[in-house]
């Protein structure tokens, strides 16, 4: 185990420059720069040729690449040219507001998935199991700029119960007991709204792994053997059936720190995929290529770490 984790940490590093390669290739190609992106028609052109020398942008790409590179395996990410700190300051100070709705939102969407994925299972072809596949489609076909602008009707502006939007009343210096439950008021309808979104190919997942499993021999053996019908299905066959759900939750790991673009932008949530939506309009380069190379590691070492444990849940599969 300890030589397959070594390997497969030595065989990240190959990986990571290929996609800084990648991704710094296609951020080339792209028509225009952070100076172009200001739109300011009061600037003149010799005070753009300054700036993009102050930057580093009249440089060659494959030199900018190479001192990009350079800095990064120092540790030293650059500078975001729109927030003007740097882009480790800058991730550290959003990426844990898009960790708040991410995290709680995984756990609700997983709990949820596994209930309704067994109980569909179980009661296959009833009508509980036609209302939780019809919900489980309708999860899966509404947008989600739909589905949060409709919340927003329906629970801020009719009913008052949430806020619009942010992610802290205005104006409002409370803190402690207070500041947690005006962050929960304002956090509530993402996390809603990112939940419905998950739980749908969740429970479909969830619901084909246990037809398959409650056909399989030694679950007809536990039913014969008297055991009760609860403890077959959630101690036996869930428990096998779950197993195909850790390669899942790998992938979950840069989800929790990905932020959710599209959601932050819908209800002015301080996250960092905001920011990094930002960051592409306005080309600010540094913070964009930085950030894409970290949710590129938490990827792969998430991919490490689905391994690892499904190797250490089934005894039957060694990792070499």
């Not at 306005?282 to 290529?289: A, N, T, V």
Request: hydrophobic content about 50%; aromatic content about 14%; proline content about 4%.
């Amino acid at each position: 185990m300890k030589q397959y984790i070594i390997r497969r940490l030595l065989q990240i590093i190959p990986t990571l420059i290929g996609i800084s390669i990648l991704v710094f290739a296609i951020s080339a190609l792209v028509p225009g720069d952070y100076i172009t992106a200001q739109n300011n028609p009061n600037m003149s052109a010799e005070r753009a040729a300054q700036l993009r020398a102050i930057y580093g942008l009249d440089q060659p790409p494959v030199e900018r690449y190479f001192t990009w590179a350079g800095n990064m395996l120092q540790g030293n990410f650059g500078d975001s040219l729109q927030h003007k700190q740097p882009v480790t300051t800058v991730i550290g100070n959003y990426v844990w507001n898009s960790f708040i709705i991410a995290f709680f939102s995984l756990m609700l969407s997983w709990i949820i998935a596994i209930f309704a994925g067994v109980l569909s299972a179980k009661f296959q072809y009833s009508f509980l199991d036609k209302m939780i596949t019809l919900f489980v489609f309708l999860c899966m076909s509404l947008p989600s700029f739909f589905l949060g602008l409709l919340l927003i009707k329906i629970f801020a502006l009719d009913l008052g119960w949430f806020p619009v939007g942010g992610m802290t009343t205005a104006g409002l210096e409370a803190t402690g007991w207070a500041y947690f439950v005006d962050v929960a008021k304002h956090g509530f309808l993402p996390i809603v709204v990112l939940t419905m979104l998950s739980t749908g190919s969740l429970t479909r997942y969830f619901r084909t792994s246990m037809l398959e499993v409650i056909r399989q021999d030694y679950i007809r053996t536990a039913r014969a053997k008297g055991l009760k019908e609860r403890t077959v299905i959630f101690k036996h066959a869930l428990r096998n059936a779950m197993l195909p759900a850790i390669t899942l939750m790998g992938f979950e790991l840069p989800a929790l720190f990905g932020g959710a673009i599209i959601l932050e932008k819908i209800f002015i949530w301080p996250g960092v995929g905001q920011v990094y939506l930002e960051s592409i309009t306005m080309r600010d380069y540094p913070f964009m290529l930085g950030f894409t190379l970290f949710t590129s590691a938490l990827t792969l070492v998430g991919n490490l770490i689905s391994d690892v444990l499904y190797g250490t849940a089934d005894p039957r599969i060694r990792l070499k």
